[in-house]
């Protein structure tokens, strides 16, 4: 019997233990802007206010750019968060970076192409959401050598010029990514970079601008 019980306090104290290191965390991003936490490299940040939205807006700008969280380290959880992009060919690239690190372009990405996400054009549909691992793994070279590996449609398919809610659940080395609360993931893959932790941020990519608000993040060991 002491034995019994005692297997079941060791039990018990491991189910504690592994709550314990279990965190969500909702993060304001309009408060952390005004309190100069976000680290915006290559846009422009403005506070968003909107239809129950409370986030942020970047600008944009040639090539890729970034708001780091600044003190906010991920390594493995879920990211969840509402994201607006547009309905312009070629000028709508909205997501998020993780496993980022301080020599830049270093980050694993998952973004989203609003513009292919109704396309008629089979092709353009498939572009919709999006992995990669930069530097070594952008776009295109996954595209050239993992022809449909890495990125996928949305199904069912949100509007391009409307608020979508993206859910990405990271597990080194797998991520997988949910759209609008469906329970089959619109892409599911491998992760291509080494790195298992590191910096936290809104990306857009290039000739973008992007609105992300209620970003909350559960932080797993």
């Not at 959401?129 to 069912?156: H, M």
Request: hydrophobic content about 40%; proline content about 5%; some cysteine.
């Amino acid at each position: 019997m002491k034995n019994l019980v005692a297997s079941c306090l060791i039990i018990a104290l491991g189910i504690l233990t592994a709550s314990a290191q279990q965190k969500t965390v909702k993060y304001d991003l309009q408060q952390m802007l005004a309190n100069k936490q976000l680290d915006v490299q290559n846009r422009e940040a403005s506070p968003l206010q909107i239809a129950g939205k409370t986030g942020v807006k970047l600008t944009a700008r040639e090539n890729d750019g970034v708001a780091w969280l600044n003190g906010v380290t991920f390594s493995n959880g879920v990211i969840e968060l509402d994201i607006k992009g547009k309905d312009v060919l070629q000028q709508s690239f909205v997501g998020v970076a993780f496993h980022g690190t301080d020599v830049a372009p270093t980050e694993d990405v998952i973004y989203f192409r609003p513009f292919n996400f109704r396309a008629a054009d089979p092709v353009r549909k498939i572009h919709a959401v999006q992995y990669e691992s930069l530097p070594n793994y952008d776009w295109e070279i996954l595209r050239e050598k993992y022809n449909g590996q890495y990125e996928k449609a949305i199904e069912p398919a949100p509007k391009a010029d409307e608020w979508f809610h993206a859910k990405i659940v990271v597990e080194y080395p797998q991520v997988r990514v949910f759209v609008n609360g469906n329970p089959e993931a619109s892409l599911e893959v491998k992760m291509l970079s080494t790195t298992k932790t590191g910096k936290l941020g809104l990306w857009v990519g290039n000739n973008s601008d992007g609105e992300f608000a209620n970003l909350t993040v559960t932080h797993k060991p």
